[in-house]
């Protein structure tokens, strides 16, 4: 009979108490809190990259150009942000890849489209909204090849222009218009900027990405300083220089690619003519 005692209360001994499985369960379900919040940090800049490009539709169908293109600019500094943030959290996940793809569509490929229809080509009727048309499949299909090629493009170019750079064409060449102006003007060049942009995103053109360079090194350290007074001057007036900026990164990269070109098939260097 003592024996039975004696291992009874050994028994309950060895048995853990609620207070011991609650006190061990906290600091676990707090971890796992903490593990779902930084997961969804990057979708939640995804999401505002798709609001923006949904607001800038909406903004657009109601004349409202101005904000139509604010927010499009907004969408792109979030679409910057939420894979770097990923990256550095390390949540990168395929279903935040898609997600991104999809709010980029909306942002850089639908919104871009109807803003510049609405605002500048509706006077060329069919050939006006075919070009907007045009500019929205070719993000379409710069996106997918995006996807489809991640793994094996080389990181210090993109191939074709980034649809984020042309649709941040299209909203600042809205705020530039009207800054400086030129309304009267806008039909016919924003037509050919229209089919220049989405040529420029299938192209297989090599734009210069930037994303090799080590600000850490001396190499690079004056890349930086470039980078800071480009900031402060487009700061300073952005309607008035963001447009010209843009356009000019997009038609030197095409000219660097005629450079090339030339220097590869005809082995002509600029300043030396044919060697």
Known sequence: ????????????????????????QAPRFKRRRREMLVFLLPNLFTTANFFCGFFSIISS??????????????????????????????TQSAFGEQYDSMADLMSFGIAPSILIFAWALQPYGRLGWLAAFM??????????????????????????????????????????YREMGFDAWKDLYMLLVAFLLGASMISTIRYRSFKDLNFKSQKHFGFLL????????????????????????IVTGAFAEVVRFMRVRFKWIPGKGRS
């Open 226 to 249: 470039l980078a800071i007074l480009f900031f402060v001057a487009v700061s300073s007036a952005p309607e008035q220089l963001m447009f010209p900026i843009l356009m000019t990164y």
């Open 135 to 176: 500019y929205a499949a070719c993000a379409a299909l710069r996106l997918a090849r995006f996807n489809a090629l991640k793994q094996s493009t080389e990181k210090r170019y993109f191939q074709g222009c980034p649809s984020p750079i042309a649709a941040c064409a299209v909203g600042s060449g809205v705020l530039f």
């Open 1 to 24: 009979m003592l024996a039975k005692i004696t291992l009874q209360v050994s028994s309950v001994d060895q048995q853990p108490t609620n207070y011991q499985q609650n006190s061990d």
């Open 61 to 90: 169908m109601r004349g409202d150009w101005q904000n139509a293109a604010i927010a499009i600019l907004i969408a792109a500094f979030a679409d910057g942000l939420d894979g770097r943030i990923a990256r550095l959290t390390n």
